[in-house]
């Protein structure tokens, strides 16, 4: 009963997304304005500025390097926390 | 109609991915099983996001020829967006720090419970 | 006696290929630049060639060549890198990952500065990445229990 339901749940909400989806601009529009707002300043601005040819690299790295900087800390956040939560002492207390 | 259905054919497949994943978050009853549907609801909405860049007729978003670029002016029709990748880039990092964390609760259950299905493990935490 | 001589092919490829993969790891880095890659691909291909190590070969192998208290350096040592970058120009009266006020120390002109900064966060993200990979799969693949795993049965093994 339970897969019955689930399955029922994921085909509703399969049919809202493509009842929404079928507003999207078309696949590989040129003027959808997915990329007309900022994407264009920084790509003709990126051998100017930066003298990097690689837009993805200049924009990760330079124009959006805050999010590039918390996102190293997220995955060292990860890191410390499978240490910790796999490395402990079974009984007595090992440094 | 049909031209509608086949100018956004992407969207179709990515949206019956997300629903593979999410039905198998939902439905299955091993622990483990939860959360390979949980990767793959995760890495479809990746790929959708990075289908949203494509340009007709554009190139890899890397600037050739930029020694004569002195004359000629770069014009952003020739590349395909480069946000989308780099947003997902984050997205991906993250989606591997999520399952590495998953992946270490799962052992933890393992060794305390003896099992990974789930309505053991709901028995169990009853009592 | 056939166990050993099973894993020969294994063994001698797996050797031959780790150095290449380092080598290929730090291209993929440097030349983030002005082709795909950066500091994410080149961490991900670095951190692969250890673990490549680790499953031709026992766990010891790796334990020895990358100990880990100084896995546990590294994993911090990019975070800081990159945060020192960023501090830097606050010095100087700029803002905050401001790569232009770097032209004061380096002595060149900002926009080449700005280039030099990129460099040094993308190396900073790296050391990090290959770190965490590394002691994620080894505490996921013993459990925790690295010091019980690793006995005299695996090091009967080693065919050194």
């Keep these: 009963m339970n897969k019955v339901y689930a399955l029922i749940i994921s085909v509703i909400v399969g049919l809202l997304l493509v009842y929404s989806a079928s507003e999207f601009p078309k696949w590989s529009d040129p003027n959808q304005p997915a990329s007309l707002h900022v994407s264009p300043r920084y790509i003709e601005k990126t051998v100017e500025e930066t003298k990097v040819p690689n837009a993805v690299t200049s924009v990760l790295a330079d124009y959006r390097g805050y999010d590039t900087m918390f996102e190293t800390s997220v995955i060292f956040t990860a890191g410390v926390a499978v240490m910790m939560l796999l490395r402990r002492p079974k009984n007595g207390k090992r440094p | 109609m049909f031209e509608m259905i086949l100018s956004k054919y992407n969207y179709w497949m990515y949206i019956l991915l997300i629903m593979v994943g999410f039905y198998g978050m939902m439905a299955k009853n091993n622990l483990m099983k939860k959360l390979i549907g949980m990767n793959i609801f995760q890495w479809s909405i990746i790929l959708y996001y990075i289908s949203i860049g494509a340009k007709k007729g554009g190139t890899v978003p890397i600037i050739m020829d930029t020694h004569s670029a002195a004359g000629q002016a770069i014009r952003a029709i020739d590349y395909i967006n480069p946000l989308p990748h780099v947003l997902m880039l984050t997205a991906i990092v993250v989606g591997v720090a999520t399952t590495g964390i998953a992946l270490t609760l799962l052992i933890i259950i393992y060794k305390k419970y003896g099992t990974l299905e789930e309505d053991e493990v709901i028995e169990v935490l009853k009592k | ?160």
């Design chain 3, 1 to 160: 006696m056939v166990r050993d001589l099973d894993d020969i092919i294994i063994r001698t490829s797996a050797r031959i290929m780790v150095p290449f993969m380092q080598i290929y790891s730090l291209y993929v880095f440097a030349h983030g630049h002005i082709s795909p890659g950066g500091g994410f691909q080149g961490g991900c291909i670095m951190a692969a060639s250890f673990i490549l190590l680790a499953v031709a070969y026992n766990l010891n192998k790796v334990k020895t060549r990358l100990t880990e208290r100084r896995n546990a350096l590294f994993c911090s040592l990019g975070v800081f890198i990159f945060a020192a970058t960023g501090l830097v120009p606050v010095l100087f009266a700029g803002n905050f990952l401001d790569y232009g006020k770097w032209s004061k120390v380096l002595f060149t002109d900002p926009i080449m500065a700005r280039y030099y900064g990129m460099a040094m966060i993308e190396l900073g993200v790296e050391i990090t990445v290959m770190a965490v990979m590394v002691s994620i799969f080894l505490d996921l693949a013993t459990a925790g229990k690295h010091e019980k795993i690793l006995e005299e049965k695996d090091v009967r093994n080693d065919t050194e």
